[in-house]
């Protein structure tokens, strides 16, 4: 745990890309995690949690000083293990490979495979775009946090060996900002060779920011920092940084998010085709049937929608198509309350979408397989109000049912679904394909993971209709 993969991104290098951290000669202390990032808008220590992103108890303060990886293997030898690469979620904004349902020991005890998490840089720390004001030597600032990944990566590459892991078969995968962390990374030519395969979980990354959408908003930080000058900023405390950060008007999510900058991220990663640089990497992408329940929990009419509600949902996530797409998820779904329906469509117009989308470019370069699943097994918690909601697939995943159980619920049902995703994921990871058919266009099979999981061919064929209309 905790190991040092790039020097402190403090002072002046604040903002660029990282850099390879001082040699060392004594054994490193590896035992606990290390720190994770500063999260949106918080001073050094503070931490938001969420049931898709618990804290793992041990888990140390944030910092900037944040570069650092963990190690699961099960055993220091030439074996030659594949590796798997996880990213996390929290968009581009917050969390951290700390989290405790990401605790990749099970994984790789269960595949006999080496598993990695990584921090990296986040918010305004690992996305302020700074190159149109302070020049040059901060081009790539707009995209520091996924360079630091690259960098993790290279450390994978150069040291896995060691730790009995296979740099020649290497797995990247991430859940939610970590699947759009995973799109970009097939985007971008620093990462190329890097990883042979890409799983995206719940967070298909069609495309990057504008330049111009993200100087505006690094002009609006600056000055409500009063600094003109790079010198000026990296004499600033990381408290006053982050909560100026969150002042600027706009999505705090969507504030500071990876820039195309011509560099790092030349172009988008899924947009308005897929990249070429890495048609040759299989992936496997998919969505939990109820993904937009857990954002809606916090509403005050949660379970209680009405009609007005639900077209007044629709109006806003699907605008021409509300109707449309309304009459075909009640279809769908016929047991479906009006709050659920809602739901579905924040789910299919957002993240569902995007994987078909992300799934058909990727097929029509008929280059490498792309996989498709859906889980449609419901937790029990909250009553079962959630359904199967957005970060539900990370434990079964992981086949860490017991580390959430606050999350999957208790009794059997759990491990009988993450006996089936966690096996699939291996398999993925050691040979490059989960164990069903391939999605295309034509006849989009999808593996729905349940109790009794089964392949079905373009599952919810007339919301897609609705959407692609």
């Not at 790789?108 to 302070?134: C, M, P, Q």
């Not at 890097?194 to 002009?219: E, M, N, W, Y």
Request: net charge negative.
């Amino acid at each position: 745990k905790g190991l040092r993969y790039g020097a402190a991104p403090a002072g002046l290098r604040r903002f660029k890309p990282p850099q390879r951290p001082a040699a060392w000669t004594e054994a490193a202390d590896a035992v606990a995690y290390g720190a994770p990032a500063i999260q949106s808008g918080l001073a050094p220590g503070e931490r938001r949690t969420s049931p898709g992103d618990p804290p793992a108890p041990d888990e140390p303060a944030s910092s900037e000083d944040c570069l650092f990886l963990n190690v699961w293997t099960p055993g220091l030898d030439a074996k030659q293990r594949p590796v798997t690469v996880w990213l996390h979620g929290g968009g581009f904004a917050n969390g951290s490979g700390g989290a405790a349902m990401y605790d990749g020991g099970a994984l790789a005890r269960k595949g006999d495979i080496v598993t990695v998490s990584v921090n990296h840089r986040l918010n305004v720390f690992g996305y302020l775009h700074l190159g149109e004001v302070f020049g040059p030597e901060y081009a790539q600032s707009g995209v520091a946090g996924m360079l630091d990944i690259v960098q993790a990566l290279e450390w994978v590459r150069d040291n896995i060996a060691n730790f009995g892991g296979d740099p020649g078969n290497v797995t990247i995968f991430g859940e939610s900002g970590g699947g759009w962390k995973v799109s970009l990374l097939l985007a971008m030519p620093g990462a190329r060779g890097l990883f042979h395969k890409a799983i995206i979980q719940s967070g298909p990354g069609l495309t990057g920011k504008r330049i111009a959408d993200a100087d505006k908003v690094t002009r609006q930080l600056l000055a409500e920092l009063k600094v003109d000058s790079p010198e000026a900023l990296a004499r600033l405390s990381t408290e006053a940084i982050s909560h100026a950060s969150v002042r600027i008007p706009g999505e705090i999510m969507r504030l500071y998010t990876p820039v195309v900058d011509g560099i790092a991220l030349p172009r988008d990663p899924f947009e308005p085709d897929a990249s070429p640089l890495n048609a040759d990497v299989p992936v496997l992408i998919g969505t939990n049937k109820d993904e937009s329940t857990l954002f809606m929990l916090g509403h005050p009419k949660f379970g209680a929608f009405d009609d007005d509600d639900l077209a007044k949902h629709a109006k806003a996530g699907a605008g021409d198509k509300a109707d449309a797409l309304v009459a075909a998820l009640r279809a769908a779904y016929p047991h479906y309350d009006q709050t659920h329906l809602a739901a579905g469509v924040g789910t299919t117009t957002g993240m569902w979408q995007g994987s078909i989308t992300l799934a058909e470019r990727k097929a029509a370069q008929n280059a490498a397989p792309v996989w498709m699943y859906m889980l449609t097994w419901e937790t029990p918690v909250s009553r079962g109000r959630l359904r199967s909601p957005h970060a539900l697939e990370i434990p079964l995943v992981f086949d860490n049912v017991e580390k959430a159980r606050n999350f999957v619920g208790r009794g059997e049902e759990p491990q009988v679904v993450a006996d089936q995703m966690s096996s699939a994921w291996l398999a993925f990871a050691r040979t490059g394909d989960p164990g069903w058919r391939p999605y295309d266009a034509k006849t989009r099979a999808t593996m729905i993971f349940d109790l009794e999981s089964q392949v079905v061919e373009d599952p919810l064929s007339d919301v897609r209709k609705v959407l692609q209309a």
